[in-house]
C-alpha cells in the first residue's frame, strides 16, 4: 500500500459529488428481501445495498468505458490508454488485517444475486484472513462504501492502475423539497428523503470533467429509478 499510494501522488485527481435519493431504491431492495425470505432455501436471507452500487456502476461503464481503462507506462515509450472489456470492480473492505480491495470479476455478466452472493463470499473470506491473491489481481475500477462506518464527503484516492475510483458516504435522512398538484395548483412541500453522497476521483489525464459528470448523473439515475436499472441488466 506504501508504494501504490506514494504513486498515486503522480497523478492529477479530478474530484466530483453528487447526491443520491435512495427511497425508491430502499423500496425495491425490501421487495428483494421479502422475496428470499419467501425462498427460505438458506443460500442468502439479506441483500445489502452494495450489490446495488455495484452493478449501477458496471452499468454506468457500459456507456462510458473509459472509467475502465488503465494508463499503460512503459520505460521510452509513450503513454498508453488500454481499454478493458472486463468489469472487475474493487470493493475496499476493513478487515481484521487492514484495508484490502478484493474484486468482483466481470460484473458486466452478473445478476444482483451473484454479486450479493461472491460479496459475501469475500467478506467471509477477507474476516478469516482467507482472501486469495487471485481476488486481489486485476481490478478495473474500485467502490469504497466508506458511509458504512461514518463520513459523507469523502475524497477517494486512485492507484496506478485505475483511472477511476467511487466513494460512498453514509445514508442520511434529510428535508428535500417536492412539488405536487393541490387543486391544479403546483404547491411546494418539504419531505423527508434518504439521501447519500457518491464522490467520485478521476485521473485528470485522460478523463475530463464533463465525462466524469455524465457518469456520475447516469449513476444517480440507476440508483433512484431501480427499473431502469433492470431495463438496462442482461
Same mark, same amino acid.
Given at each position: 500500500?506504501?508504494?501504490?499510494? *506514494?504513486d498515486?501522488?503522480?497523478?492529477?485527481h479530478?474530484?466530483?459529488?453528487?447526491?443520491i +435519493?435512495?427511497?425508491?431504491l430502499?423500496q425495491a431492495? %425490501?421487495?428483494?428481501n +421479502?422475496?428470499?425470505?419467501?425462498?427460505s432455501d438458506?443460500a442468502?436471507?439479506k441483500? *445489502?445495498?452494495? /450489490?446495488f452500487? =455495484?452493478k449501477a456502476?458496471s452499468?454506468a461503464?457500459?456507456?462510458?468505458?473509459?472509467?475502465n481503462?488503465k494508463v499503460?507506462v512503459e520505460?521510452?515509450?509513450p /503513454?498508453?490508454? !488500454?481499454?478493458r472489456?472486463a468489469?472487475?470492480?474493487g =470493493?475496499?473492505?476493513?478487515?481484521?488485517?487492514g !484495508?484490502?480491495? /478484493?474484486?468482483?470479476?466481470?460484473? %458486466?455478466?452478473?445478476s444482483?444475486?451473484?454479486i450479493?452472493?461472491?460479496?459475501?463470499?469475500?467478506? %467471509?473470506?477477507?474476516?478469516?484472513?482467507a482472501?486469495?491473491s487471485t481476488?486481489?489481481?486485476?481490478g *478495473?475500477?474500485?467502490?469504497?462504501? =466508506?458511509g458504512?462506518i461514518g463520513g459523507?464527503y !469523502?475524497?477517494?484516492v486512485l492507484v496506478?492502475?485505475?483511472v477511476?475510483i467511487?466513494?460512498?458516504?453514509?445514508? %442520511?435522512r434529510?428535508?428535500?423539497?417536492e412539488?405536487?398538484e393541490?387543486?391544479?395548483r403546483?404547491v411546494?412541500?418539504?419531505?423527508?428523503?434518504?439521501?447519500l =453522497?457518491?464522490?467520485?476521483?478521476a485521473d485528470?489525464?485522460?478523463?475530463?470533467g464533463? *465525462?466524469?459528470?455524465?457518469?456520475a448523473? !447516469?449513476?444517480?439515475?440507476?440508483? +433512484?429509478? /431501480?427499473?431502469?436499472?433492470?431495463?438496462?441488466?442482461k
Open positions: 500500500m506504501f508504494k501504490s499510494m *506514494t498515486s501522488l503522480g497523478i492529477p479530478f474530484r466530483f459529488k453528487d447526491e +435519493e435512495l427511497d425508491a430502499m431492495r %425490501q421487495r428483494i +421479502e422475496y428470499l425470505v419467501e425462498l438458506g442468502m436471507s441483500m *445489502t445495498y452494495m /450489490p452500487f =455495484v456502476a452499468l461503464l457500459t456507456k462510458y468505458p473509459i472509467l481503462a499503460a520505460p521510452s515509450a /503513454p498508453k490508454l !488500454l481499454y472489456a468489469h472487475n470492480i =470493493v475496499a473492505m476493513d478487515t481484521p488485517g !484495508l484490502i480491495v /478484493p474484486n468482483i470479476k466481470d460484473v %458486466q455478466t452478473k444482483l444475486m451473484d450479493a452472493a461472491e460479496l459475501r463470499s469475500l467478506a %467471509q473470506r477477507g474476516k478469516s484472513g482472501i486469495a481476488d486481489l489481481k486485476g *478495473t475500477f474500485t467502490l469504497s462504501n =466508506v458504512m459523507t !469523502l475524497s477517494p496506478d492502475s485505475e477511476c467511487g466513494a460512498i458516504g453514509k445514508v %442520511q434529510l428535508p428535500r423539497f412539488t405536487v393541490i387543486d391544479g403546483s411546494e412541500r418539504v419531505v423527508p428523503r434518504h439521501i =453522497v457518491t464522490s467520485w476521483s485528470h489525464r485522460v478523463v475530463d464533463a *465525462t466524469m459528470a455524465r457518469f448523473v !447516469l449513476y444517480k439515475k440507476l440508483l +433512484e429509478h /431501480p427499473e431502469i436499472m433492470l431495463a438496462n441488466m
